[in-house]
């Protein structure tokens, strides 16, 4: 009980911090899973980034139905589901009356103005902690640039970039 307690405000802080979305969240679940608490080692993270990214769905809940499962099955991984769109569901229904309010207003626009960068940088710290992990050998950066020139220069879905790098990463760690 105790642990889905734990669980359950965890997301709920992770969940009241939720700006930019994405990616952006990811810096922060890290420090609350990986090094807060210990529920996942950065190897397990890593993986849980990848999954909750080739899965339908936010990254941000998928993480939280991923970890919360891996802790104690069904019941957790609602809980730490809930836990995360908790504050968003409250939040949304109190600010989004004052947002259109004030949209137009010069400092509504100042401070978007302000987040937008803000969100920028919680992407890149992100992006270099995955990358801390998963940059491993020169065959890891080779497959990562692969897979950044096929999003620069195809139209193809994020899924089939996912099982291109992994078919290839197959083929070059199978050999």
Sequence with gaps: MKTLIELFFTFVKI???NFGGGYAILPFIEKEIVINNGWLNQHDFIDLVALSQMTPGPISINSATFIGY???GLISAAVGTLGLIFPAFFLVI??????????????MDCAFLGLRPAVIGLITAATISVGRTSLVDIKSVLIAAFAAVLVFK??????????????????IYGL
């Design 154 to 171: 195809t139209k193809l879905h994020p899924i089939l970039i996912i099982l291109a790098s992994g078919t290839v990463g197959g083929i």
């Design 70 to 72: 891996r802790l104690a």
């Design 15 to 17: 969940g009241a911090f």
């Design 94 to 107: 109190t600010v989004a009356a004052t947002v259109k309010k004030y949209r137009t207003s010069y400092w």
